[in-house]
């Protein structure tokens, strides 16, 4: 049985040594490189100002909020602060109207369910638009 092995190994073996090794045409690197497309340049451009700006809003909206809740609250150390009265008084003022035309407005049942449906619409939408966004990716 070793006999009949060692005639296969060395008829593969000669086989192997005949057959040339197979190589690409002189055109085929060419025709490669032509076909692959360059990739883009890093840039070094600065980003617009707009573009900090816009993310930094939800920080200074967060940061007010922090402070109007801080101001209105019934913290003991910051009753110490001068100026809460003055402050609620004054956002009183601004907010008065608003809230008196809010509770007229929403006193009407059909308001208030258009109103329900809208928001609970425009939810689903946000969401769906912030799903499909992030899976598309």
């Not at 920080?59 to 110490?80: C, E, K, Q, R, T």
């Not at 004054?90 to 928001?119: A, C, D, E, N």
Request: aromatic letters at 16%.
């Amino acid at each position: 049985m070793d006999t009949d092995d060692m005639l296969t190994d060395d008829f593969l073996a000669d086989l192997i040594r005949k057959v040339p090794l197979e190589s690409p045409s002189e055109e085929f690197i060419d025709k490669v490189m032509t076909g692959l497309e360059p990739l883009p340049g890093v840039s070094s451009e600065k980003r617009p100002y707009f573009l900090w700006f816009n993310s930094i809003i939800p920080y200074i909206v967060l940061g007010l909020a922090l402070i109007l809740i801080f101001y209105s609250s019934d913290i003991p150390f910051l009753n110490v602060m001068h100026g809460k009265e003055f402050l609620s008084g004054i956002f009183v003022k601004i907010f008065q109207p608003f809230w008196f035309t809010m509770k007229s407005l929403l006193s009407s049942k059909f308001v208030t369910y258009s109103l329900l449906i809208g928001v609970s619409a425009g939810f689903l939408f946000i969401i769906d638009k912030l799903f499909s966004r992030r899976f598309a990716a």
